[in-house]
């Protein structure tokens, strides 16, 4: 049976760096409140007219990921990236992301799935190319939340931040790779997490973010609860589907929404802190972008060997949510 397996990673992340005390000055709120209820401590903004459009950090990581991966742009047959803040509402930013990598045989598209983007993109690809149509792919997760936080909310700005990962997969036909994808969708919960018209004010200490006519709004409290259970639920079907127990995974590298939720869901999965991979404090919740950033800072730290099991878990607007148990391979 042929899989997808993970050859290289990259990641890009703005320069500018919003902590918790800047945004002391912009909403009614603490380093101290943020840091005991999220774990984050600072975020990337990015800013307009630097080359950070979502296309051009999903850009500059996927070059990091296929230099890794030694396989060049034009030998890609599919480019699929997990948004929900393309540069524009259309053409797809993928396609943006082709354009600039003069990667002219591959099929691009986005995929919108909330924070869980990125999972519903890997399945894709992998799923391409266990049929055989498909034999290099390029999966995203890049996103400019700034653009679409409500600047005067506190209890979403303080949350968001921007970045992009990327991951090279080729086939296997080998025991490693992605040895599956679960993924899970519940529309009547959409309502807990959404992008909402109107417009907002940025703060002047915020002058170089470009605002678009939607805002993020969140029931967090609700969704903090299905989140916790979701993430574990997932986990498991992912694991037993293997047979495997959590005792067989090196690394969990969950959704970076908030260390509260991630500490829940891994408790209730029995797998110790310090086999969770977390970068929230420096980045915040990057939506899709999360889970790629932050195995691509996983796996240069040089936390995975080869034939290492890693859990990937993720929970989403949708709401959206899904595993995948991946055996190291790069
Ligand atoms: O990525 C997709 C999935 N995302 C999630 O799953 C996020 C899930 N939700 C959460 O992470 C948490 O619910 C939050 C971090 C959003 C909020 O934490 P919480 O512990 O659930 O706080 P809360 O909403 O229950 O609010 C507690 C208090 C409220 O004040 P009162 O009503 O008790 O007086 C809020 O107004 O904290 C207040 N509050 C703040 N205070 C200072 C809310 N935001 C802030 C803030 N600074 N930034």
């Not at 986005?110 to 983007?117: E, F, L, Q, T």
């Not at 990125?118 to 890049?142: D, E, M, P, Q, R």
């Not at 700005?157 to 992605?178: F, K, M, N, S």
């Not at 709004?217 to 694991?239: Q, S, T, W």
Request: net charge negative; aromatic share 6%.
């Amino acid at each position: 049976m042929i899989k997808g397996r993970i050859v290289g990673t990259g990641s890009t992340t703005p320069k500018r760096i919003l902590t918790n005390k800047d945004l002391e000055t912009i909403v009614d709120t603490t380093d101290e409140w943020i840091t005991r209820r999220t774990g984050i401590k600072e975020r990337r903004i990015s800013s307009n007219g630097q080359g950070e459009n979502t296309s051009d950090l999903a850009t500059s990581a996927s070059l990091k990921a296929l230099e890794m991966a030694g396989v060049s742009a034009d030998a890609l047959d599919m480019i699929v990236m997990g948004t929900v803040t393309p540069d524009r509402q259309f053409p797809s930013a993928a396609c943006l992301v082709q354009k600039a990598l003069n990667a002219s045989k591959a099929v691009a598209f986005d995929v919108s799935a909330g924070c869980s983007g990125f999972l519903y993109a890997l399945s894709v690809a992998t799923n391409a190319i266990a049929t055989g149509n498909c034999k290099n792919a390029l999966v995203i997760g890049a996103e400019r939340l700034s653009t679409i936080t409500n600047w005067e909310d506190r209890s979403t700005c303080v949350l968001l931040g921007d970045g992009a990962g990327a991951v090279v997969l080729t086939p296997t036909t080998e025991h490693d790779g992605i040895l599956s994808t679960h993924l899970e969708s519940d529309g009547s919960f959409w309502n807990l997490l959404y992008a909402s018209n109107g417009t907002y004010k940025i703060p002047e200490i915020l002058d170089t973010v470009e605002g678009k006519p939607f805002y993020v709004k969140m029931e967090g409290n609700r969704l903090f609860k299905k989140a916790v259970e979701c993430l574990a639920d997932i986990a498991l079907v992912a694991l037993e589907h293997h047979g495997l127990s959590s005792a067989d995974i090196t690394l969990m590298v969950p959704h970076q929404a908030n260390l509260r939720i991630i500490r829940a869901a891994a408790e209730r999965l029995s797998i110790p802190m310090d086999k969770v991979y977390t970068n929230l404090q420096k980045y915040g919740n990057t939506s899709s972008a999360s889970i790629p950033i932050a195995l691509d800072e996983a796996n240069q730290e040089g936390l995975l060997k080869a034939g290492d099991y890693v859990l990937l878990v993720t929970f989403g607007a949708g709401l959206t949510w899904g595993a995948s148990v991946v055996k190291w391979s790069v």
